[in-house]
């Protein structure tokens, strides 16, 4: 099922059930608040295994690809990324980093100073959800394999299954046909990194 999908059906349960909770009781919100703090410590748990794996691997698979333009800039074209799989992957895996603290400190603020109870329950299931169905997750934790849907650069899916965002890649042995320039950066950054490596 598409994950944006998937989320929209389990907020909807979740908020039906969050209305029958009294958050007038210290002890339901005691609950809540242990629920929050217990997702968020498994999202990070999978976060440091999910590291662990890309690092382990070790993938210097050169990956070229095609950033699609910034919406309304009235750019035609992205600009061209020269990296690799190992890279990419620690990269991705740094802005699901952020995106979730900064959804904690959006959750703090609601909770401690707006004096909001009711979203620690949707925010204690929606995240992890999103964790559970991402790209990363699925290869490294899952053990699916980077092709279809899962192939790098991945595509950000909408709420109607449709990639929006498409890239266009390069990897491995289709490397030859990118361009030499990038190519070139590719191999700088892999001999850069055996150097420092030796060091």
């Known amino acids: 099922m598409n994950p944006q999908l998937l989320n929209l059906i389990a907020a909807f349960g979740v908020m039906q059930y969050a209305k029958k909770l009294d958050f007038e009781d210290p002890q339901v919100v005691m609950y809540a608040r242990t629920a929050y703090v217990v997702s968020n410590a498994v ?3 999978i976060y440091a295994i999910i590291k662990s794996k890309i690092e382990t691997k070790n993938d210097r698979t050169p990956l070229v690809y095609e950033e699609p333009p910034i919406p309304f800039s009235g750019e035609k074209t992205g600009k061209s990324v020269a990296t690799t799989v190992m890279d990419y992957d620690l990269e991705q895996l740094g802005r699901a980093r952020k995106s979730t603290i900064f959804g904690i400190m959006v959750m703090a603020f609601m909770h401690l100073y707006l004096h909001y ?5 949707l925010q204690s299931i929606l995240p992890l959800i999103t964790v559970l169905t991402n790209n990363l997750v699925s290869i490294h934790l899952f053990g699916k394999p980077a092709e279809g849907s899962l192939a790098r650069p991945f595509a950000v899916p909408s709420l109607f299954g449709n990639n929006n965002n498409q890239r266009t890649a390069v990897t491995g042995a289709s490397t030859a046909a990118a361009p030499a320039a990038e190519t070139k950066k590719v191999e700088e950054k892999e ?6 490596e030796l060091n």
């Open 43 to 45: 999202i990070f748990g």
């Open 191 to 196: 001999a850069g990194a055996k150097i420092t």
């Open 117 to 121: 109870s009711q979203p620690l329950v």
